[in-house]
C-alpha cells in the first residue's frame, strides 16, 4: 500500500471550513483513499473514500487531485465536536488498514 | 447505522491471567478485524478472519489467538497476559469485497 503524508497538527475555527491535506505521491491505480477519524478514546470513524472523483457525504467533502497524488478532505462547518486525530489511508485490496500518525484538528471556538 | 461493540471499555488483569475480548457485529460482515493501538506506533493488526473457523495471522499476532464460531462474533485471546500488552484492542468488521472497516469503541487493556 502507499504511504501518505499528513501535517502533524492543524487549528480551525469554529464554524469555517476545515481543509485537511494529504499527500500520496506512490498511490497505485486500484487504490483507494480512505478518511477516517479518531476522537479520544474512541475507535476510529469512517468518513468518507474515493477513487479518482472527488466525493461528498453528509461528513465531509473529498477532493483528489487529477494526478491522484494528494488529496484534501474538507469539513464545511467544522464544530468543537470535530476535534479529533484525522487519519488519510491509501488502500489496495489487501484486508488491513494502515494507520499513520494522522492530524491532529483542534477546533476553537 | 453499522455496528461494532466490545464487550469491556477498560480491562485490568494480572500478568500470567488469560484475557478474553469480545466483539460482535450486527451487519452480517464476513471479515473481522482485532487492532492494538499505542502512542506513536498507530493501528497494528493482531488477526483477521474472512468467514467463521478461519483466521489469518495480521502483523503481530504471537501472543494471542483468536476465535470465530459464529458469524457475528470474533474474540481475541491473550493466553498469559503480560505488562507489553497492555494498550488499547480495536475490534473492526467490512463487508467481503468492500473495503470500508467499521470499528468498535475499543478495549482499554492494563495489565499490571
Known amino acids: 500500500d502507499a504511504k501518505t503524508t499528513q501535517p502533524t497538527s492543524m487549528d480551525c475555527a469554529e464554524g469555517r471550513a476545515a481543509n485537511l491535506p494529504c499527500n500520496h505521491s506512490t498511490i497505485s491505480g486500484n487504490e483507494y483513499v480512505y478518511w477516517y477519524r479518531q476522537i479520544h478514546s474512541q475507535g476510529p470513524q469512517y468518513i468518507i473514500h474515493?477513487?479518482?472523483n472527488n466525493e461528498t457525504n453528509e461528513m465531509a467533502s473529498l477532493i483528489i487531485t487529477e494526478d491522484r497524488k494528494s488529496s484534501t478532505l474538507i469539513l464545511p462547518h467544522a464544530t468543537l465536536r470535530d476535534t479529533a486525530v484525522y487519519y488519510c489511508i491509501v488502500k489496495g485490496n489487501n484486508n488491513d488498514m494502515r494507520f499513520g500518525a494522522g492530524t491532529r484538528l483542534t477546533v476553537k471556538p | 447505522d453499522v455496528k461494532v461493540t466490545q464487550s469491556s471499555r477498560y480491562l485490568v488483569k494480572r500478568t500470567g491471567e488469560k484475557v478474553f475480548l469480545e466483539c460482535v457485529q450486527d451487519?452480517?460482515?464476513?471479515?473481522m478485524f482485532w487492532y492494538r493501538q499505542d502512542p506513536g506506533l498507530g493501528l497494528r493488526l493482531i488477526y483477521f478472519s474472512y468467514d467463521v473457523k478461519m483466521k489469518e495471522k495480521g502483523d503481530i499476532p504471537e501472543g494471542y489467538s483468536v476465535s470465530r464460531e459464529k458469524k457475528e462474533r470474533f474474540s481475541l485471546i491473550l493466553e498469559s497476559a503480560s505488562t507489553n500488552q497492555t494498550s488499547m484492542y480495536l475490534c473492526?468488521?467490512?463487508?467481503?469485497?468492500?473495503?470500508?472497516?467499521?470499528f468498535g469503541p475499543g478495549t482499554r487493556l492494563l495489565v499490571l
Open positions: 473492526a468488521s467490512s463487508l467481503r469485497g468492500r473495503e470500508t472497516q467499521y
Open positions: 474515493g477513487l479518482k
Open positions: 451487519m452480517d460482515h464476513e471479515n
